[in-house]
């Protein structure tokens, strides 16, 4: 499992800029606090703040896993080659519930980004994210609660949903067990 630094990404993407902490905050919508957070490591960013950086930035998600800039016209990622993106948390602090896992990072200028995600606790933070374009998530083993808008949404194993991520969202494990979901986000 490779370690990525996305935090020094982020940074180089703001410092090459000319920015601020405070301008990314003011454009993005998130804290000056978070987003120094994000970029010392001291927290992972959820999919749904990666993605709104990436937007403002005009990067992919997957730059901020790449390790090279060599284009390939296909993209092999095995088991022992995924990132693993743990400590996530919710803009408050609190734990997010689930851990992601980037299933393309070398493949340029795609529409899409792919993502394993493994819910591995029950939250009690509600909190919903919305970001540019639309999600699909595929429940591959166990079952979760979607929160889209105001809609509660049981997803059980095999169940997928397919939406606007402009939408308020947020996916939760429903505490009965480990919970795999394939999430993609298309810009």
């Known amino acids: 499992m490779t370690d990525y630094n996305i935090?020094?990404?982020i940074k180089e993407l703001r410092r090459a800029k000319k920015m601020t902490l405070q301008d990314v905050a003011n454009?993005?919508?998130f804290s000056t606090a978070l987003i120094s957070q994000i970029e010392n490591n001291n927290v992972s960013p959820?999919?749904?703040?990666?993605?709104?950086?990436s937007n403002f930035f005009d990067v992919k998600i997957?730059?901020?896993f790449a390790e090279n800039e060599e284009e390939c016209p296909y993209e092999v990622i095995r088991s022992t080659e995924r990132t693993v993106i743990p400590k996530v948390v919710s803009k408050?602090?609190?734990n997010h519930g689930y851990f992601y896992e980037s299933l393309s990072v070398?493949?340029?200028n795609t529409k899409m980004d792919p993502f394993?995600?493994?819910?591995?606790?029950?939250?009690?933070?509600?909190?919903?994210?919305s970001h540019n374009g639309e999600e699909f998530l595929f429940v591959m083993k166990g079952t979760a609660e979607l929160l889209l808008d105001d809609q509660?949404?049981?997803?059980?194993?095999?169940?997928?949903?397919?939406?606007?991520?402009t939408i308020k969202h947020r996916l939760f494990s429903t505490g009965n067990g480990e919970v795999k979901v394939l999430a993609v986000v298309m810009r």
């Open 62 to 64: 997957g730059h901020f």
């Open 152 to 165: 509660h949404i049981t997803l059980n194993e095999g169940d997928s949903v397919y939406f606007d991520a």
């Open 106 to 108: 070398r493949k340029k």
């Open 92 to 94: 408050d602090g609190t």
């Open 27 to 29: 454009e993005t919508g």
């Open 116 to 129: 394993l995600l493994t819910l591995n606790e029950k939250v009690t933070n509600t909190d919903t994210y």
């Open 46 to 53: 959820p999919i749904a703040t990666l993605s709104k950086i």
């Open 7 to 9: 935090g020094a990404k």
